[in-house]
């Protein structure tokens, strides 16, 4: 009893020194709740010419106790002024220090501020950001700002508290040039003169936001009202909808404004709710960092996204319904709930991009969004059997680390376990689900946990389902199921191993198990059927109760929505190649995806693999022809070292596939399907720049000329070429064209304005082969006068011309700062991943994490993608290394 007397005297001598100290740790993470925002009243005072803003912020909060010291955000703003307004009005100033490189504010009281209501106001002032925050972007002559929060730009914008679990009603005023065109979130509510040559512009309270949902946009922007996307089921009046593009370009978003309402009504049958806020405004962005914004009820799309046409490409029309169902459902899924913190991101990202090919799919089903969700999800894959993936849940502890989750193991690695999920409970149920989960927290903040119980309420298998999802949320890495089957009792069935998998060379523990709900597909005498189960364990058994006899062959993951690879034993193996045409088209990806998985592991060796190549080039769906490319692409560059050997091995590819080509001709046809369009794309493509092909080349060099208008009066003539080809035929064009060329496409990007050429003009400009017109290339994107932010993206492209990566590297080691400040810290793990590119040996990864790791050691996003770009140096080697001297032995 003593020494507990002594310990208790002394926490009371130290308490106060403790408590004190508490309240000095920086919160680097998520803020403490003694402050939590009930209102924000904002007013900026915006002009698209000036360098900077400058504004008030007003907010009504409650204190949970009696505090001297408060936390919030701001970054990079000028603050003038910073009060407490307590509840009896009297005013207290407050002192204001950046507390940490994140944004974190300290405001200081000269007095303990009283527990209960108070306001906190700011005077502050700020430069224009860079693609993030509140930024300028010009097109043509004409200068506009819009705004990218998310997510960490709000704090550069006003002080505030900017992370997720903080939503509160924001009220907006915007005093702009009497001429600009100005919105935000919310309807507005009035407009009236201000200062000479100006006006100020109110809008509606709206309804409870966090900061980085928050959107603002002010120029000469062209604005198209309407239609009014009509009632329907419970939302009883038609939803005011507008689109805004620069000046001059609103003529291109038809398209989007004709199907915009089709994936409103898509969703809101899904969800079983209205659209959740009272207007959607798509605003067409001529320089935007990312594919789209959810900002609630003002959409901001890269504005080439809402551009496409009814006679554009396949891919250009399936990224709007994709792109657009996905932003749509975001205003269910994390605007009307939100994420308490950016370790659940996945929650609204993953959703988000699961239910935007989903519902693509079902108004667009040729347009195949079900297989472009596949292939995403094959690739990423990849990324999650590295070492240093992350897990989607993964606990997010730093600044820096949040600009990794946005990443494809959130999008596509959680959009995969969701539909995963949702074969295994049923459509049905699973759609309940999440309809009492947005009952349960609309308006609010929720969790993972509150999704998983809801789902797993409605599941037959309440406790399996929560540990199926548990197990793939909460660990990283691909499961790789090795399956076998058993006949020997009166009940056939599937003996699954479960590990990791994992390439030739990881380092990573094997020894991993998930609970997978698998579904296998197999063949029942003249039938065919499919039974689903969970495999949990190292080891499981999953009886077939509906096979009458031992199946002739067996597909272990039926339709492809398993997130997880298999190996099957030999002589099911064999059954399944043997039945190859049975499977439908997802099941030949996936089918693809097991023969790549098994060269990369290094399993299978060369010559095995290169003998599928016959069975894929004819293949149902043009993702599963087309599979093997990134595959054999690393073979000529990383296992044949002799030029003519890689030529005889160009040749042989192509007498495999031309075939295929030769079916579907260089021309458009008018009975062309939508996957004969994007698979003759990509074959013209193979052909004419991987395979040197001249019978493929020759015609679409002509047409690229014909393009660049260099065997006429030099205009441009965009429709010289079907809008299918038209980017190869410029590749092309330029590639055989030297100097001429590469002028004449210089200065039709200068001239032009429209978003889709621009990208295709730069696109061939980055893969010219002569040295001095790639250095020309480089520079050109340092030009602000002539490239946009968004497109110094463009410098990824050349990495794909060998001979000039080292070049590139070279060039963004020189220009990296220069770089960062033109683009914002997106571009920062682009940079380190383009510099990897080609590189396959350990000392090469050595080299990387040397020279990277002082530079973007706080740089947000940057420490995870640099330990990744080394990981798959390392691996590239690993992999070398497995297949050499190993013959390349092409099918007799």
């Not at 924001?170 to 200062?195: F, Y």
């Not at 590295?386 to 730093?398: F, N, Q, Y």
């Not at 330990?867 to 297949?883: G, P, V």
């Amino acid at each position: 009893m003593r020494i507990i007397r002594e310990t208790t005297f002394l926490l009371l001598f130290l308490l106060p020194a403790l408590v004190a100290a508490a309240q000095e740790r920086v919160p680097d993470g998520p803020l403490p709740r003694d402050v939590v925002p009930t209102l924000v009243q904002l007013e900026l005072r915006v002009d698209p010419r000036q360098e900077g803003f400058s504004g008030t912020t007003r907010i009504e909060a409650t204190l949970a106790r009696p505090l001297d010291t408060l936390w919030m955000h701001a970054r990079d703003l000028e603050l003038s002024r910073a009060e407490a307004v307590l509840a009896d009005g009297r005013r207290v100033p407050l002192r204001a220090e950046d507390a940490h490189a994140s944004g974190v504010l300290k405001l200081s009281a000269p007095e303990t501020l009283p527990a209960g209501a108070l306001a906190l106001e700011f005077d502050h002032a700020a430069a224009f950001g860079k693609l993030e925050g509140a930024y300028r972007a010009r097109q043509g002559d004409l200068d506009y700002v819009l705004t990218q929060m998310e997510p960490l730009g709000a704090r550069k914008v006003f002080p505030g508290f900017d992370e997720p679990s903080f939503k509160q009603p924001w009220e907006i005023t915007l005093v702009v040039p009497e001429a600009d065109v100005a919105v935000a979130n919310a309807a507005q509510a009035s407009s009236e003169p201000a200062d000479p040559g100006w006006k100020r512009v109110r809008f509606a309270r709206t309804e409870a936001l966090p900061s980085y949902l928050v959107a603002f946009a002010v120029g000469p922007w062209d604005v198209v009202e309407g239609p009014a996307i009509a009632a329907r089921g419970d939302r009883s009046a038609a939803l005011p909808f507008r689109t805004l593009t620069a000046k001059g370009q609103s003529a291109k978003t038809a398209y989007g404004r004709e199907h915009t309402p089709a994936i409103v009504h898509a969703l809101e049958d899904y969800f079983g709710t209205p659209y959740p806020f009272a207007k959607l405004d798509n605003l067409a962005a001529p320089d935007f960092a990312w594919g789209a914004m959810e900002n609630a009820g003002l959409v901001v799309y890269r504005d080439s996204l809402l551009f496409p046409e009814a006679a554009s490409p396949s891919d250009e029309r399936l990224s709007f319904w994709m792109v657009s169902a996905h932003e749509l459902a975001h205003q269910w899924f994390g605007n009307l709930v939100t994420m308490r913190w950016w370790d659940d991101l996945w929650l609204n990202e993953a959703f988000a991009s699961w239910m935007g090919y989903k519902i693509a799919h079902q108004l667009q089903p040729d347009l195949h969004a079900d297989r472009a969700l596949l292939d995403s999800v094959l690739r990423t894959m990849d990324q999650d059997s590295l070492a240093s993936t992350r897990r989607i849940g993964e606990p997010i502890r730093d600044f820096t680390d949040i600009q990794s989750a946005f990443d494809p193991i959130t999008y596509d690695k959680g959009g995969a376990v969701l539909e995963m999920v949702e074969r295994y409970v049923g459509e049905q149920a699973f759609r309940d689900g999440v309809r009492d989960y947005l009952a349960a927290h609309a308006r609010g903040n929720a969790s993972r946990d509150d999704l998983f119980a809801a789902i797993a309420a409605r599941a037959g298998d309440a406790e399996g389902v929560r540990a199926a999802l548990d197990s793939f949320i909460e660990q990283p890495g691909v499961p790789e199921l090795r399956v076998g089957l058993d006949c020997a009792g009166a009940t056939p069935a599937l003996h699954v191993r479960q590990r990791r998998y994992l390439p030739a060379g990881s380092d990573a523990d094997a020894d991993q198990a998930w609970t997978v709900p698998v579904c296998a597909r197999y063949a029942d005498g003249d039938a065919t059927r499919t039974e689903c189960a969970l495999a949990s364990g190292r080891e499981s058994r999953i009886p077939l109760r509906e096979a009458r006899a031992c199946p002739a062959w067996v597909m272990p993951n039926a339709d492809a929505r398993g997130y997880y690879r298999y190996v099957m034993d030999a002589p099911l193996q064999s059954a399944l190649t043997a039945r190859f045409d049975a499977l439908n088209e997802r099941e030949q990806q996936a089918y693809a995806d097991a023969l790549q998985a098994g060269f990369k592991t290094g399993a299978l060796a060369p010559a095995a693999y290169l003998a599928s190549l016959p069975q894929l080039a004819g293949a149902g769906g043009s993702q599963a022809v087309t599979a093997p490319f990134a595959n054999l692409r690393w073979i000529w560059e990383q296992l044949i070292d002799d030029e003519d050997a890689r030529d005889d091995f160009r040749a042989r590819v192509a007498s495999i596939y031309r075939p295929r080509l030769e079916r579907l001709g260089l021309e458009p046809r008018a009975d062309d399907s939508e996957d004969d369009r994007s698979l003759r794309e990509t074959l013209a493509w193979v052909f004419a720049y991987r395979l040197r092909d001249p019978a493929v080349r020759a015609p679409l060099a002509a047409q690229g000329r014909g393009v660049l208008g260099l065997d006429g009066d030099g205009a441009l003539d965009a429709g010289a070429v079907s809008r299918d080809l038209r980017r190869n035929a410029l590749v092309i064009a330029l590639q055989d064209g030297a100097i001429e060329a590469f002028d004449a496409a210089e200065r039709h990007l200068r001239a032009s304005e429209d978003p889709v050429l621009r990208g295709e003009l730069l696109y061939a400009m980055a893969l010219v082969e002569d040295a001095s017109l790639a250095s020309r290339f480089r520079a050109l994107l340092l030009d602000e006068g002539s490239v946009r932010a968004n497109e110094v993206g463009w410098m990824g492209a050349q990495s794909a011309v060998p001979a000039l990566r080292p070049a590139l590297r070279d060039w963004m080691r020189a220009n990296f700062e220069t770089l960062t400040t033109r683009s914002g810290p997106f571009i920062v793990a682009a940079v380190v991943a383009i510099d990897a590119v080609g590189r396959c040996d350990r000392a090469d990864a050595d080299e990387l994490q040397a020279h990277y790791a002082p530079i973007v050691r706080g740089l947000e996003g940057g420490p995870l993608a640099l330990k990744q770009a080394s990981e798959d140096i390392r691996l590239c080697a690993a992999l070398k290394q497995a297949h050499a001297g190993r013959p390349l032995a092409f099918p007799q």
